[in-house]
């Protein structure tokens, strides 16, 4: 089992829906927990962090996160096109280690 | 103004030659990683320090070696380059006690 599972991808939404992403992670000691958007060709950049269960609003971005089921989410509302990359949840557990997911791309239609 | 960078930020070098790819940050961060990263697909981490004379190997195994004798730089040497070690290699570095990470805008490493 790999530490960090995102939903595999591709995802395809349109022009100014919501976008879900997911993440569950296997170490129930994590505490810190990331998302970041990578467009293709360039490298990672942090847009979300969240640290406590519940909801965690920027923008059109909301992270949530449920330790007792060991997952967390980013929800994009509103999409857009230049949404259009690939996203990486990052978990930190307490030991200080980071493991990031494979990444989910995904692809918001004009 | 505070960042990461990396030099250079392409590279072609024939099989055999020895390289060393830069990575400085002027954030101050105690915490640095080298992830090597092939086109579409995941990050693998090759090398981390956690501050001055602390380097460990990552989860991929990686012919490279790095040093960290300042707190800003933390440079990645491959001895001798082979076309498997084409890809893309991104730095990054993160505060002490915090989880975010910071990337460079990487080096795409060539080798024919």
């Known amino acids: 089992q790999k530490e960090v599972e995102q939903n595999s991808g591709p995802l395809s939404v349109p022009e100014g829906a919501i976008a879900s992403l997911n993440c569950t992670y296997s170490d129930r000691g994590s505490q810190s927990f990331f998302w970041y958007r990578q467009y293709s060709g360039k490298s990672p950049e942090l847009i979300m962090s969240?640290?406590?269960?519940g909801d965690k609003e920027d923008g059109r971005f909301t992270a949530q996160l449920n330790k007792a089921s060991q997952y967390v989410s980013l929800l994009i509302r509103d999409s857009q096109p230049s949404d259009s990359a690939t996203y990486l949840c990052?978990?930190?557990?307490?030991?200080?280690?980071?493991?990031f997911g494979d990444g989910t791309t995904l692809t918001v239609k004009p | 103004e505070a960042d990461i960078y990396q030099t250079p930020r392409y590279l072609v070098i024939g099989t055999g030659k020895k390289i060393t790819l830069e990575c400085s940050q002027t954030?101050?961060?105690?915490?640095m990683y080298w992830y090597q990263q092939d086109p579409g697909m995941e990050l693998h981490l090759i090398h981390y320090s956690y501050g001055v004379n602390s380097t460990e190997k990552g989860d991929l195994s990686s012919e490279s070696t790095v040093s960290r004798i300042r707190t800003e730089h933390f440079p990645l040497t491959l001895e001798s380059a082979r076309p498997s070690h084409t890809s893309q290699y991104l730095c990054?570095?993160?505060?002490?006690?915090?989880?975010?990470?910071?990337f460079g805008p990487g080096t795409r490493l060539t080798v024919t």
């Open positions: 990052a978990v930190r557990t307490n030991a200080g280690k980071s493991t």
């Open positions: 969240i640290y406590s269960n």
């Open positions: 954030m101050g961060h105690d915490k």
């Open positions: 990054a570095s993160s505060p002490s006690g915090a989880g975010e990470q910071y």
